[in-house]
């Protein structure tokens, strides 16, 4: 517990800790809004829109600040060689950096819930504004699924992030890695010909899988299910926080 009160004191305490995950709360909304006002329902009957995926756009451009957010929990300390001082109170290096990990968690997953919550409140109104009745609702199945996994992402982009920053140890290295992690596979897929290599490409690709929860209809046309795509995402993260884990255990400060 003191650990953890130790690592909380530190994210607290840097004036980047709020305004990024402010970043995250209004980029998602204002995106999200955009996209969702910029739906052509002319002559709709029925309209075939994902509405709830539309409401969270945002978060492809949300998640960029996450990504600087995780980043600096664990690199600052290595900048300005803070690193020294918080092992020297405590040696217990696996203690420290799950410490580290407990604490973005709970900060993402705060600001990815805020987020999230922020979007449909805005997209229904933006819906109500163009006079198209398709809200998404918390009370429906699929959207609570696409909200929650949304959040999710937001948390296991940010776990990535930490580990990837752990091996690292430099902020922009660290923040250009994961960013390329993540648009890169993407984009290959859509320059790839072949369909199955290209459809293989997207499950492999932790942003296009971790996202597919977001979908609440199509589901069939999807390279891959949402709850396994968001799994994807999930073991791209553990395998970096394992690795990270271990070069932080065993590498001098």
Request: no cysteine; aromatic share 14%; hydrophobic share 70%.
């Given at each position: 517990m003191r650990t953890l009160h130790a690592e909380w004191t530190k994210a607290r305490t840097l004036s980047s800790t709020a305004w990024l995950s402010l970043a995250v709360v209004v980029i998602t909304m204002v995106v999200g809004a955009a996209t969702t006002g910029s739906i052509d329902h002319s002559g709709c009957v029925g309209c075939s829109f994902d509405i709830t995926k539309l409401a969270f756009t945002g978060v492809w451009f949300g998640q960029v600040a996450v990504v600087v957010l995780a980043g600096l929990s664990m690199t600052s300390e290595y900048s300005t060689?803070?690193?020294q001082t918080s092992l020297l109170a405590n040696p217990r290096r696996a203690q420290l950096f799950a410490a580290k990990a407990a604490v973005i968690t709970a900060i993402v997953l705060v600001a990815g819930a805020f987020a999230v919550l922020g979007s449909l409140v805005v997209a229904r109104q933006v819906l109500d504004g163009i006079g198209l009745a398709a809200a998404p609702s918390l009370g429906d199945g699929p959207s609570l699924r696409a909200a929650a996994g949304t959040a999710l992402y937001l948390t296991l982009i940010a776990l990535l992030t930490l580990g990837v920053a752990a091996v690292i140890r430099d902020t922009a290295v660290s923040i250009a890695s994961v960013l390329g992690i993540l648009?890169?596979?993407?984009?290959v897929a859509q320059f790839v010909s072949d369909p199955q290599w290209s459809m293989w490409l997207s499950r492999l690709s932790p942003m296009t899988a971790g996202l597919s929860v977001q979908a609440t209809r199509g589901l069939r046309t999807l390279p891959i299910g949402p709850w396994a795509g968001l799994g994807v995402l999930?073991?791209?993260?553990?395998?970096a926080l394992v690795v990270g884990g271990i070069l932080f255990k065993v590498r001098d400060a």
């Open positions: 060689k803070m690193i648009f890169a596979l993407p984009i999930a073991a791209y993260a553990g395998v």
